[in-house]
């Protein structure tokens, strides 16, 4: 008997039936990753969001929706108030003076030849320092009676002062920790950037007419390290604004809610006064701040990056 005639199949079905495949196996291949990002980002996202609009307190056994209440508490809280004011002026403060001061030490270890590995090591090991120990560190070295700053200060006629200890000086205090802590990891970042821009380009600006150090700094490196700068503003800007560490260790806050901030305000709603509704508010906003500060970092600084 003749053999049976295969109908052929028409070219579009196949491609769709091929592109049907191909997307349920890409779907199949993200699968983990899509889950894993709803299960650790998005559903912890959208459930801090729910707990804002409610009354719970941790331990009870109900909660009750109160809509926008939180965050009309929020307009009225002198200490939350005090939180906002002294997160922003920290960021102010201590992002601009560890990028200048990160750039300019990574310009002076990477124009020399010696020590180069030695130097980035120094610089970066506050990145790494424990907690306890930099805490303890810093209590010393700032202590009113017997810390070697208040001494120094004393051999040049300078009363002490209480760093720590004072609502006029606690702010600068945590400050320029914080320039401290950030500097080593802003100094790698942007050696990372020198290190690759071509050599080439150096001379090459050189036989054109840039004489000068500060000629090819500003027709060479500053703009072939726009992507390495729009990244560490970025990073530097969210650990500035989520420093929590040091004010729980050094001064929970104190004196007088001098140095509250927004991160402190948040871990004391939550876990000593247990209002969990409260906090997650204080979160919400903290988020909010975060995104829109990158968004006109990225905003302002991507139009100016060059990328070659």
């Known amino acids: 008997m003749p053999e049976a005639l295969a109908l052929p199949v028409p070219r579009r079905a196949a491609g769709t039936a091929r592109g049907l495949g191909e997307g349920a196996a890409g779907w199949l291949l993200a699968a983990p990753a899509t889950i894993a990002l709803f299960l650790l980002l998005l559903g912890p996202s959208a459930a801090l969001l729910g707990l804002s609009f409610t009354d719970w307190e941790l331990g009870a056994p109900e909660l009750a929706w109160i809509g926008l ?62 907690l306890v120990a930099m805490a303890t560190a810093w209590q010393y070295l700032l202590h009113p009676t017997i810390g070697p700053v208040n001494k120094l200060l004393g051999m040049i006629g300078i009363a002490p002062i209480n760093w720590l200890g004072s609502s006029d000086w606690v702010m600068l205090s945590l400050c320029l920790i914080g320039v401290w802590e950030n500097l080593g990891f802003v100094v790698v970042l942007f050696m990372a950037g020198l290190t690759a821009i071509p050599r080439e380009l150096y001379a090459a600006a050189e036989l054109d007419g840039a004489r ?34 040091t004010v729980q260790a050094l001064t929970r806050g104190g004196p007088n ?52």
């Open 212 to 245: 000068s150090a500060l000629d090819r700094f500003r027709l060479v490196t500053w703009p072939l390290l726009g992507p390495t700068t729009l990244f560490v503003v970025t990073i530097t800007a969210i650990r500035c604004l989520r420093v929590f560490d």
């Open 257 to 308: 809610n001098a140095s509250e901030v927004l991160l402190h305000t948040m871990y004391q709603e939550g876990f000593t006064y247990f209002r969990i509704g409260y906090s997650a508010a204080i979160t919400v906003v903290f988020l909010g701040i975060v995104l829109v500060l990158m968004l006109v970092q990225t905003r302002i600084l991507d139009r100016r990056v060059h990328y070659g």
């Open 69 to 130: 209440e939180n965050y009309a508490e929020l307009t009225t809280d002198p200490v939350f108030r005090i939180a906002l004011s002294n997160t922003l002026l920290y960021v102010g403060v201590v992002m601009p003076a560890s990028i200048g001061l990160g750039l300019g030490i990574a310009l002076l270890i990477e124009g020399g030849t010696r020590l180069r590995a030695t130097f980035r090591a120094i610089y970066f090991l506050p990145v790494v320092s424990l």
